[in-house]
């Protein structure tokens, strides 16, 4: 088994350290595990040493925030060349648009009613760009917030099973009413600049993009798409697997893990499809690609 996005502590919204993660894949007996983090290389190196420890593959990876059409969609980057300077420049691009990002969301919320100050976000956030995670925490430890109805959703209702995810479905991403566009890095500039750093760029959890997005993105070079994921349904991944199929384009496994405080409900590698064949192929693909050239593919025809 393996698992192909796993978010540490690197992330902003993830719990465990990558020490912790390797060990945890060992003990359910993953044979290779990939860290996805956001917008960040911080643990890449690390997961290296511990892959040598641990006797467990590890599979380099990022997952990027770009934007297509006003859709927050996101890249994960395997093998990417993580050390370039080009990159490394490109990364710190981005994280200082989602600065800037982080403190309108803080404005908008604060303008739809929500009672809270920066500091409850700093407090919170400990250093790292906030995510919907730090501004539902920030927002719930305010007991001026405690009679606000908008929240019980999110503590005992119906959006409790994953509060944190949920709350950024419901008010951070596109359309959504404290939505701040990212123009930082384009869907489809992020693909060819993964692919010109020897990347393979995959679209995360692409349950969350319209079909007709995903055929465009796929037709710009997109080289496969995570079917299996913790967010997807059976059939969702069903669908997903049989347009990777006709488009003859990779497909990914990964539980998109951040620990139990952010996502309840996702265990490590609690997916399906994550046999090693997966990676195996995500290999070959490396091995085989040609850098700077797109991938060609043809679009099929439509039912």
């Known amino acids: 088994m393996i ?55 590890f599979v380099p ?13 996101h890249l994960l980057a395997y093998y990417v060349d993580y050390k370039k300077p080009e990159f490394l420049k490109w990364l710190g691009d981005i994280n200082q648009e989602k600065i800037e990002q982080g403190f309108k969301r803080f404005e908008r919320l604060r303008e739809l009613g929500f009672v809270f100050d920066i500091e409850d976000v700093e407090r919170i956030s ?19 917030n405690a009679g606000d109805l908008r929240l019980q959703p999110y503590i005992d209702g119906d959006r409790s099973d994953s509060p944190s995810l949920n709350f950024y479905l419901d008010y951070l991403r596109g359309g959504k009413p404290a939505y701040i566009p990212l123009t930082a890095c384009d869907t489809i500039n992020g693909i060819k600049k993964v692919k010109t750093f020897g990347g393979i760029p995959v679209l995360a ?43 003859g384009i990779l497909y990914t496994a990964g539980s998109d893990f951040h620990g139990k405080l952010i996502k309840p409900n996702v265990e490590l590698a609690s997916i399906k499809g994550n046999g090693y064949e997966v990676l195996q192929r995500l290999k070959d693909y490396k091995k085989n690609m040609q850098i700077n050239l797109p991938q060609s593919t043809q679009r099929p025809q439509r039912q």
């Open 3 to 57: 698992d192909l996005h796993i978010h540490t502590i690197a992330s902003s919204d993830g719990q465990h350290t990558p020490r912790e993660i390797f060990g945890m894949a060992k003990e359910i007996g993953l044979e290779a595990i990939a860290f996805a983090d956001h917008n960040t290389v911080a643990s890449l190196d690390e997961g290296f040493e511990l892959s040598k420890e641990f006797g467990i593959e």
């Open 61 to 73: 990876c990022i997952e990027i925030n770009t934007v297509f059409e006003e859709l927050d969609l």
């Open 126 to 144: 400990k250093g790292q760009i906030p995510s919907g995670a730090t501004f539902l925490k920030a927002i719930l430890s305010r007991k001026e």
């Open 205 to 247: 959890h692409p349950s969350d993009t319209p079909i007709e997005a995903i055929d465009h993105l796929i037709e710009e070079g997109l080289a496969g798409l995570e079917v299996y994921s913790s967010r997807h349904t059976p059939e969702e991944s069903i669908f997903f697997m049989g347009l990777a199929e006709r488009y």
